[in-house]
């Protein structure tokens, strides 16, 4: 056996590395995970389809954002392994051979679980040729009244040059003869304009796809041929693009190239229907430059994404129960809000808190007369902000507001721009961070005259100012006048909005100059102190666990007999389990109806815990390649909810939770005999913080 072809088999096994996992396969691991989600019958059936169309909508970004960096490697010829042991190429082999049983199985569980399950509950997506000749009839005039003016077919073979496919969209080839010349190969797109559910006349909840429809009327766009047959595929290209600060004087211009070059990346997949012949699929993969190993041949739906469409249908009963946002009523005043930040810090969970309190925060700050300047970071800003509206709005009343905008955002850069520009015209001081690193970090300062003099105040964040996400997401923000914390906020927008080269900071870890270095710190204290108390703990709840020094920190915590638990709701590299390594090293992924996303990172110091939250996840990219930033929670009595009420409820799911083990895979973390299964997603629901630390509820519309 090769060593090529043994560290093949060993990686399949899940044993690539004594040390590390794969990413790309514990990124799968994580998409496998939402999967299971849409298998679960303990989830309403409409919620199962929003999972499945997670689930595609994932796997198109890890091709176009992962597998295309992998394929870029291996075409430059770099053979640089992985910390796991594999070079690019053999990382895309073992790819291919995860990810494509993985989307077999996707499209199996639509065909033989939840389809049948819709048709029962009275939804259906119908064979056009299972309509009456009436239907058929109308959605034949509907055709050639809205879609047929939107078909524009191209010649694919023999065409004199390629034509060109965008990315994701949904395609038709088509087989063409005159009977006269060789079969012909054409192209209709599928319109992204219109809704690929078309709904049956008079029929509720009843639909067509668009592509079907489209395919049972090719003899209108084709006359005078014969339709042998048609097939539908889509195209993933590499929408990586990156933006190098030698080649982009003008970072605007730079990203509006970069939207326009992310529709003409490199093709990296072809996803073709089961029904395609191999001479229709042999003659895309030469058009695209792809080998065999870069298609994906799927049954059933192409491009599951439209389940998303289907469980917006109007059927509450298959949904989950609305989620009312907490409120405490104090939070609810936006005149009280300076003053009880005054009086302490405040802690807010969302979605379980309502978003509300934030977007006053920045709202309160243009009414109040005595509040003279605004500063805001703006990653993922959504189509809808409140947030930005109050900053126009302030930059009206004549306050000094700057703003960093981050364009960089991956697939969010539009948006970011159109805000940009707006604010801009508004006498905003924007700017737009660095060409060779994302401003990831959440930070809103307000800068207040008070009679003492000048007083400011943060909020600093784990998520996005986007109140879309805020009610789809689990993330934490704390609102503090710690006289440090707002001192090294306001030195940290002078770096991001100036020239400052600032070099230490009071109280917060910031990336890349010192949150590495702060986390390694900690655990290294950690050390120390279990050998004194024999209490060491470790809490850390991210998103992903990559970096490789931050790994064998936590490695050597283990052996030093420090628990560590871990909850990365993601990508996790670090393997757990294993004798004389990280056998004290316990690690859980929660998946369930919020997406996990807050940043915690608890240490119990010997008796004196300390609790950090912020933007950052330990991966080589936050901590090397981002402006990241981690807060300490100083209040003890947040401290105590953040280890007893956020992170330990976490660790208690048994509904939710899996639990990876020394191989690489995950299992499903079960209750104890007799046991109902605890969801801490419903706990948080029925116990937000806000009840627990501030009195006077009042509920918040969602």
């Known amino acids: 056996m090769s060593g090529v072809k043994a560290k093949l088999e060993a990686v399949e096994g899940g044993l690539s590395h004594p040390r590390y996992l794969n990413r790309e396969l514990s990124w799968l691991q994580f998409n496998r995970r939402v999967l299971e989600e849409a298998a679960s019958d303990s989830n309403p059936l409409l919620e199962r389809l929003k999972f499945l169309a997670i689930f595609e909508s994932n796997l198109d970004e890890f091709y176009m954002v992962r597998v295309s960096g992998l394929i870029e490697q291996f075409e430059s010829g770099v053979i640089e392994e992985s910390p796991d042991g594999m070079t690019p190429n053999e ?91 060789e079969p012909r190969l054409a192209r209709v797109k599928v319109p992204d304009v219109l809704s690929r559910l078309v709904p049956i006349p008079r029929r509720k909840c009843e639909f067509v796809l668009l592509e079907d429809l489209i395919a049972n009327n090719l003899g209108l766009i084709f006359h005078g041929v014969s339709v042998v047959g048609c097939y539908l595929f889509r195209v993933m290209r590499d929408a990586d693009v990156e933006i190098r600060e030698l080649e982009a004087a003008d970072l605007i211009a730079s990203i509006e190239e970069t939207l326009r070059l992310r529709r003409f990346g490199a093709p990296v997949l072809l996803q073709c229907s089961a029904e395609m012949p191999e001479h229709v699929r042999q003659t895309l993969m030469t058009m695209h430059e792809l080998d065999p190993q870069d298609v994906m041949i799927i049954s059933g739906i192409l491009g599951m994404e439209v389940l998303m469409d289907l469980s917006k249908i109007d059927r509450p009963n298959l949904r989950y129960p609305p989620h009312h946002p907490y409120l405490a009523e104090q939070l609810a005043s936006s005149r009280t809000l300076f003053e009880m930040v005054q009086m302490q810090d405040l802690l807010l969970h969302h979605p379980y808190d309502g978003f509300r309190p934030v977007e006053e925060f920045v709202a309160s700050a243009v009414r109040d007369p005595d509040v003279i300047g605004i500063k805001q970071t703006l990653y993922r800003v959504g189509k809808e902000s409140p947030i930005v509206e109050s900053l126009l709005e302030a930059a009206g009343e004549g306050k000094q507001v700057a703003a960093l905008v981050e364009l960089k955002a991956r697939f969010d850069e539009s948006n970011n721009l159109v805000w940009a520009r707006a604010l801009e015209r508004a006498g905003v001081h924007v700017t737009y961070g660095f060409a060779e690193m994302k401003t990831h970090c959440k930070l809103s300062l307000a800068v207040r005259r008070e009679a003492g003099g000048m007083r400011s105040y ?245």
């Open 458 to 702: 943060a909020h600093i964040g784990t998520g996005n100012y986007n109140p879309v996400t805020a009610r789809l997401y689990t993330d934490l923000g704390l609102f503090t006048d710690d006289p440090e914390i707002t001192l090294d906020c306001t030195e940290l927008f002078n770096y991001l909005t100036g020239f400052s080269r600032q070099l230490k900071y009071r109280k917060l870890l910031v990336a890349p100059l010192n949150l590495r270095e702060g986390i390694l710190a900690r655990i290294q204290r950690e050390i120390e102190a279990h050998k004194k108390t024999g209490k060491g703990r470790i809490i850390f709840k991210l998103n992903a666990l990559v970096d490789p020094e931050a790994i064998e920190a936590l490695y050597e915590a283990s052996c030093a007999g420090v628990k560590v638990d871990l909850i990365a709701r993601g990508i996790c590299c670090l393997r757990p389990g294993i004798p004389k390594m990280s056998s004290n090293i316990r690690v859980i992924s929660i998946v369930g109806r919020f997406l996990e996303h807050s940043r915690i990172y608890y240490f119990g110091n010997g008796g004196k815990p300390e609790a950090l939250i912020g933007s950052a996840d330990l991966m080589r990219r936050n901590l090397d390649r981002r402006i990241e930033v981690l807060c300490p929670v100083e209040d003890e009595r947040l401290i105590k909810h953040l280890r007893e009420q956020v992170l330990e409820t976490c660790l208690n799911d048994t509904a939710k939770a899996w639990e990876l083990n020394s191989d690489g895979e995950y299992s499903k973390v079960k209750p104890q005999k007799g046991e109902k299964p605890f969801n801490a997603q419903d706990w948080f629901c029925a116990n937000p913080a806000t009840r627990k630390l501030y009195k006077s509820p009042v509920a918040e519309s969602a």
């Open 91 to 181: 990382q895309l082999g073992v790819i291919g051979k995860s990810a494509f049983p993985l989307r077999q199985r996707a499209a199996q569980l639509y065909e033989q679980t939840l389809e049948p399950a819709l048709a029962s509950n009275g939804i259906h997506v119908r064979p056009f040729g299972e309509l009456t000749a009436k239907q058929q009839a109308e959605m034949n005039e509907y055709f050639a009244r809205e879609v047929f003016p939107l078909c524009t077919p191209i010649m694919l073979h023999p065409a004199p040059s390629v034509p060109f496919i965008s990315n994701r969209s949904l395609n038709l080839a088509v087989e063409l003869s005159d009977g006269k010349t």
